[in-house]
């Protein structure tokens, strides 16, 4: 399912979630849990993609009060998501070189001609999450800028430096 | 897309990437996080507790000093011995609760005031 992609029973099974159901918050967490864990993966990385949506899952059981509207559920747990992705790349710090030994995980790649985690290892966290959301999730930049928090020109702009540095990037390769 | 092939390549490889579904299956991660959920709890409600206290201790605090900086009535003068009717030349103003003071008004000229 896509990020986006919001249906009505969803609403509703976030609805019984907020009323106490956690077997309700697991069916949400089995419809959300692909586009989370994508996102989170051009966040942070392949290795610690899962636990930053897990942990991400638990803050958001505790403050399901607080979203006012179940349909916007997707884009709040995203929301919640990458600040959680935030987090843990400020603990981390992860940096690696492209032509490096490349990211954990990154082995799964299936096709191994051009290291994306490496590549995507090299621009700010901010960046790597407008790329992904514009190239993978299709979103608009109003609806970027409402996960992310930030207005649609920064968005853009976000998005013209990441392919800014890409293009360095492989500019340095040849 | 972009005018440079090589960044469009890239950007079909980003997607490719993106798009590869997680180790772990929706099903196997919703039984996880409920797992996690029912080991930790509900939550803490500590926070709520102390908001609570904190408020109702300023309330009284409010209220305390309110009350605090009402002006008294003056109390009964029951220990102070007084006429039961004073003169039509005298006036009678309380300090406080214990002290009265007499103002005895007289002619102009009077030399030792209103009093005889």
Redesign the interface.
Known sequence: MSLMGMEDDLARVVREAQAGSTDAFGLATTQCWNGLVRFARSVVGEADAEDAVQDALLSAWRGLGSLDDAAKFPQWMTTIVFHRCLRMRRFWRLQVALDGVGERGASQDPAPDLDVAALLARLPPRQRAVLHLTLVEGMTDTEIGRVLQMAPGSVRAQRRRARARLARVLEKRR | M?D?P??D???D????????????S??A??????A???N?GP?PRWPRRLAFASAAFLAALALWLVLAQRPRPIQESASVDLPPTLPENVVLFWLDAHTPVYFVTGPADAVTGGLP
């Open positions: 972009t440079r090589d960044l390549h890239v950007e490889r980003i997607r490719q990437w993106g798009l590869r579904p997680p180790a772990t929706p099903a991660a919703a039984r996880q996080t409920v996690r959920i029912a930790q939550a």
